[in-house]
C-alpha cells in the first residue's frame, strides 16, 4: 500500500501524457510554450479566475504574490504557526517579518480570533500590513472570518491553497477566495506535476501583469526593458503539458478522494477524532489527517501492519531553528498540541476498498490490541 499512489494515477492518463509530452519534444519549445497559456487558460476557468499565472512552485508564487503587494522590512506578516516552512520563508526571504498565529483546534486552520489578538499585540517597530491563510489538508481556510480581521486592519490576503487545489467554500472554488491565491503543483499535492511547479490565482488583471513580469526577472514592456527587480519563476512547458492532462481528471479525483475520506471517518470516528469539514466547505483531501493520543507508538503498529503514515506536521514553525526569532505575540498552544497529536494516513484517489479497509482496522487494533 503507498501513502499516496502517483503511478496509478499515471497509469488512467498515461497515453495522453505520452502524447502531451511528445508534442513539447517536437515543437521543442522548452520555455513559454505554448502550452504555458493554454494550462493557465484552463485552470482560470476551471474556478473562474481573472487569471493564472503559472510558476516554478508554491513556494516562487508565494515569493511573488507577496512581491507584488510590496512586502519588506518592517512589515509585519502574519502565517499561521501549523503549516509547511514556505509560507513563512517567502514572507522573511522579502526582508518582512513573519507574525505566528495559532489555529482552530477542529480545523488545523488559521485562527481568526487568534489573528485579530496577534495584529493588535504586535510589536511597535512592525507595520502589520497582510495575512497568509492556509488551506490545511486541503480544507479551506475560513476566508470571510480572516477577511473581517483583514478589513478591520488593513491588511492584504493572499491564500496559500497549495493544499487545496479543487476544494470550495460556500460554491465559491479555491483561487477565487481571496484577491490573490497561490498553489503548488508539487507531486504530491492534489494537482501535481512531475518536478516543481506552481501558481498565481489573480483576480484582477492589474496583479496577473505585475505577475508575469516578476516570473521573467521583472521584465518590462519591450524585451530589452527591465522594469522592476523580479526572478527566474517561470513554470515549465512539459510541466503545463503534464498538467493540463491532470486538470482534467482533478474533479473526479477529488470526489473519488471525498468517497474515501467518508469511509474512513465512518470506519474510525468513535476511536479517533476524525477531521472536520465545515458546512458548506468542501475539502481536497490532500492529507486525512487524525487526531490521537500516543500517537507515535501507533504509527509505529501501523508501520508493522504495513500501512504507510505520515506527520504533517511534527512541530510548529514557531518552534524550529530558522523561525525561533520571529515574534510570537499570542499564545500558540493549539498548534503545539496538533503537532503531537497528528496522524494522515493513506490518501490518494486510486486507493482499494480492502486497503481503506485495511487501514481502518489496523488504526482500529493499534488502539484496543484486544
Ligand atoms: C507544498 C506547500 C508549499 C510549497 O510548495 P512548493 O511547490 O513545494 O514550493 C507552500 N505552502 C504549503 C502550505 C504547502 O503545503
Known amino acids: ?190 494537482l501535481g506535476c512531475y518536478g516543481d511547479g506552481g501558481a498565481i490565482f489573480c483576480m484582477t488583471e492589474e496583479d496577473a501583469v505585475i505577475a508575469r513580469s516578476l516570473r521573467v526577472h521583472g521584465s518590462g514592456a519591450h524585451k530589452y526593458d527591465t522594469a522592476r527587480i523580479g526572478l527566474n519563476g517561470r513554470l515549465d512547458t512539459l510541466q503545463a503539458a503534464i498538467l493540463i492532462e491532470k486538470l482534467a481528471i482533478l474533479d473526479d479525483e477529488i470526489i473519488a478522494r471525498q468517497r474515501i475520506a467518508g469511509r474512513y471517518s465512518q470506519g474510525l470516528a468513535d476511536v479517533v477524532t476524525v477531521p472536520v469539514v465545515p458546512e458548506k466547505e468542501t475539502s481536497a483531501w490532500a492529507q486525512y489527517t487524525v487526531r490521537l493520543p500516543r500517537r507515535d507508538a501507533v504509527a509505529a503498529h501501523l508501520r508493522e501492519a504495513g500501512v504507510p503514515t505520515a506527520v504533517y506536521y511534527p512541530a510548529p514553525l514557531h518552534r524550529q531553528s530558522a523561525y525561533a526569532g520571529f515574534p510570537t505575540p499570542v499564545p500558540l498552544t493549539r498548534a503545539e498540541a496538533l503537532c503531537g497529536e497528528v496522524l494522515s494516513l493513506p490518501m490518494h484517489p486510486y486507493l482499494s476498498e480492502a486497503d481503506q479497509d485495511q487501514v481502518i482496522e489496523a488504526v482500529r487494533s493499534a488502539l484496543d490490541p484486544t
Open 1 to 190: 500500500m503507498d501513502f499516496i499512489d502517483l503511478a496509478a494515477q499515471q497509469q488512467r492518463i498515461r497515453d495522453r501524457l505520452d502524447a502531451a509530452i511528445a508534442a513539447v519534444l517536437d515543437h521543442g519549445r522548452y520555455i513559454n510554450g505554448p502550452e504555458v497559456q493554454r494550462f493557465e487558460d484552463l485552470l482560470a476557468a476551471h474556478v473562474g479566475a481573472t487569471a493564472v499565472v503559472g510558476v516554478s512552485s508554491g513556494t516562487d508564487a508565494l515569493v511573488i504574490a507577496a512581491m507584488i503587494r510590496g512586502v519588506g522590512p518592517g512589515d509585519a506578516v502574519y502565517v499561521p504557526t501549523f503549516t509547511f516552512a514556505a509560507t513563512a520563508e517567502a514572507v522573511a526571504l522579502l526582508g518582512a517579518t513573519p507574525v505566528f498565529v495559532d489555529v482552530d483546534a477542529d480545523t488545523a486552520n488559521i485562527s481568526a480570533d487568534s489573528l485579530r489578538a496577534a495584529v493588535e499585540a504586535t510589536p511597535g517597530d512592525l507595520r502589520p500590513v497582510g495575512v497568509i491563510p492556509v488551506d490545511m489538508f486541503g480544507l479551506p481556510a475560513d476566508i470571510d472570518a480572516v477577511d473581517r480581521v483583514a478589513s478591520d486592519h488593513g491588511l492584504w490576503v493572499i491564500a496559500d491553497a497549495a493544499q487545496s487545489m479543487g476544494a470550495a467554500l460556500g460554491g465559491r472554488p479555491v483561487g477565487t477566495l481571496a484577491a490573490m491565491t497561490t498553489t503548488s503543483f508539487f507531486p504530491a499535492k492534489p
